[in-house]
């Protein structure tokens, strides 16, 4: 028994020796624990970005950039300037704000009451030598129209030729040089007769020519070329054979970069000679002009921020003799040219975003 209860004493104290060996080897994990820590650390870090505020944040910009249900509906007039302006607008109403635009073609003058009305949005370019009335009427007197801001570029419309005419007949630098029979000689055409040829282009321009030609005692006659594509290849067809022409026209335009070309210099403009427009009196040249946009005024309440980012637009005459030429010299699109242009100017369009 004695044997016995040794053995049983003996298998207790290795029962117990290998106990403790196994709680000491049990133990072994636990100074891994700061291993594991670790590895849950990077879902600790993770949970910001799972709380995405940053994202949530950026919802906003998301939305804005989602198509709104009013359509903004832009004028464009017959000539590139304006065609380059609305290209601008458009890509950016609809890019950076969503807005869907239409652009409706139309004249110049017809536009004033269809702004009036609702009909359409805006007029991104107004030459205003010729819409003394229509601002007094639309913008003074019924408040139908808002007169939005300067546009940037600074028009002048003038009587241009040739530079090379003036090499055999330097009296035709000024007006009074036109008064002449020898002069009307020099621009007659097979149309005009006995009368020298004045060129005009798209007959919806403003133009005072014809009185002006009247009242100095000119002996011409205006013939219209229909738009500007025709005005300029009669000017190309004149000037590669070195003939006479002369021709209303303005700048800025990048005509004035591919051709030598002179202004006629006329009397100068006064407040006084343009008070005469609606009895025929206009006797002098045409004066500078701040271009400006119109809007409808009822657009700042349909679209309020459509219409705050059109009052923000403003480049300058570089600016838009750039697009201009990359149209008419470079055989691109007004679309592209805008595209060209706002890629390369993002600090100038982003100040004009409300």
């Known amino acids: ?117 609702g009909d359409l949005d805006a007029s991104l370019e107004v030459w205003p030598s010729g819409h003394a009335d229509n601002a007094a009427l639309y913008i003074d007197e019924q408040g139908s129209v808002e007169n939005i801001g300067l546009l940037g570029p600074v028009g002048v419309i003038g009587w241009f030729m040739p530079t090379y005419v003036l090499k055999d007949h330097p009296d035709l630098a000024t007006w009074e040089g036109f008064t002449t029979p020898d002069a009307a000689a020099l621009f007659a055409t097979a149309e005009t007769g006995d009368k020298g040829q004045f060129l005009a282009g798209d007959q919806s321009w403003v133009q005072y020519d014809a009185d002006i030609i009247k009242n100095l005692g000119m002996n011409f006659e205006v013939v219209t070329a229909g738009s500007e ?80 980012f059109l009052k923000n637009l403003n480049y300058t005459t570089q600016d838009q003799i750039q697009m201009i030429a990359a149209v008419e010299l470079d055989g691109k699109t007004p679309e592209e040219a805008a595209r060209a242009w706002i890629d390369a100017n993002q600090d100038v369009w982003q100040a004009w975003l409300p």
């Not at 009669?234 to 003939?243: F, K, P, V």
């Not at 006084?272 to 700042?300: N, R």
Request: charged share 20%.
């Open 1 to 117: 028994m004695r044997k016995n209860k040794w053995r049983v004493e003996y298998f207790i104290l290795i029962a117990s020796l290998l106990w403790g060996l196994t709680a000491c080897g049990g133990a072994t994990p636990t100074p891994a624990a700061p291993a594991e820590a670790p590895a849950a650390a990077p879902t600790e870090e993770a949970a910001p970005a799972e709380a995405a505020a940053p994202t949530e944040e950026a919802a906003p910009a998301d939305e804005a950039m989602a198509t709104k249900d009013v359509t903004i509906k832009l004028v464009e007039n017959p000539w590139s300037g304006s065609q380059v302006n609305v290209a601008v607008a458009k890509i950016l109403l609809e890019e950076k704000l969503g807005y869907p635009v239409e652009i409706t073609s139309i004249d110049e003058n017809a536009q004033w009451s269809a702004l009036a009305s």
């Open 229 to 308: 594509e025709a005005l300029l290849a009669a000017l190309d067809s004149a000037y590669s054979r070195e003939q006479p022409i002369l021709f209303y026209f303005w700048t800025p335009h990048s005509v004035h970069a591919e051709y030598d070309l002179t202004q006629v210099e006329l009397p100068p403009y006064s407040d006084e000679c343009y008070a005469k427009i609606s009895e025929g009196g206009v006797d002098c040249g045409y004066p500078p002009d701040d271009l400006y946009k119109i809007a409808s005024a009822q657009l700042a309440e349909k679209a309020p921020e459509a219409y705050e």
